[in-house]
């Protein structure tokens, strides 16, 4: 695809299971990024990967989020026990590492209930 | 990264320029002024960035102050598909790489 791809765009899910969020980059990009978004704020960041490599995780709230990219294409953000508090929009931005320019998906809603 | 500040909400006719300012008195110098906008269920996009000259492309031109504690951005001609939340950001270095810090943005609407 042209752009970058997050699937599922909307996830309703119930206090206390385990969540998966997937972000296809743009082909080629070596830099991918999650932000995550509350309503009425700005995006905030979680983590990001050079490769198969977190080179910044210092976004992530708490040990229950997780976020793998193995073969430094197709990345993972893992929830585990979910708390109605991490409902928000889940972003991934994905670049080139010498871009002017980050390119975000459209997000994926998650509803924690 | 340096902080920003931006008004929390402007009005601009169609047609006209809309000019959003943005103060970051605290920049560093090699801190470089990004712009994105978010429309309405939508991700962040990227407008333009620029280091200490004014910069200008197919969507907007951003003017920074000669002591580089401000800037504006400028759409010359705002249609009803710019109303967006538009956030200035500074942040090191002139690429993407790395993180963005995103305030609370200014939105944006343009009025027929």
């Known amino acids: 695809g042209a752009g970058v791809s997050q699937t599922p765009s909307n996830k309703v899910t119930e206090k206390g299971k385990y969540v998966e969020l997937r972000c296809d980059p743009i082909s080629g990009h070596t830099a991918l990024y999650w932000y995550r978004q509350s309503l009425g704020q700005g995006p905030e960041f979680l983590i990001y990967?050079?490769?198969?490599?977190?080179?910044?995780d210092s976004g992530l709230p708490n040990d229950r989020f997780f976020a793998v990219r193995p073969e430094g294409s197709v990345s993972t953000l893992k929830i585990q026990r979910t708390e109605r508090g991490d409902s928000a929009v889940y972003l991934c931005?994905?670049?080139?590492?010498?871009?002017?320019?980050?390119?975000f998906g459209q997000g994926t809603r998650l509803t924690v209930v | 990264d340096a902080k920003t500040t931006q008004p929390t909400s402007m009005d601009c006719a169609e047609g006209r320029a809309a000019n959003l300012p943005c103060n970051h008195s605290?920049?560093?110098?090699?801190?470089?002024v990004y712009w994105y906008r978010q429309i309405h269920s939508q991700g962040p996009q990227y407008i333009i960035h620029?280091?200490?000259n004014n910069e200008t492309n197919e969507m907007a031109s951003l003017i920074i102050t000669e002591d580089r504690k401000s800037s504006t951005l400028i759409l010359p001609h705002a249609t009803l598909r710019d109303t967006a939340v538009y956030y200035c950001?500074?942040?090191?270095?002139?690429?993407?790489?790395?993180?963005?810090?995103f305030g609370q943005g200014t939105i944006l609407t343009v009025h027929p």
């Open positions: 605290t920049i560093s110098g090699n801190e470089y």
């Open positions: 620029g280091l200490k």
């Open positions: 990967f050079q490769g198969t490599g977190a080179a910044d």
């Open positions: 950001i500074v942040k090191a270095g002139g690429t993407s790489y790395g993180k963005l810090t």
């Open positions: 931005a994905s670049s080139l590492r010498m871009a002017t320019e980050a390119f």
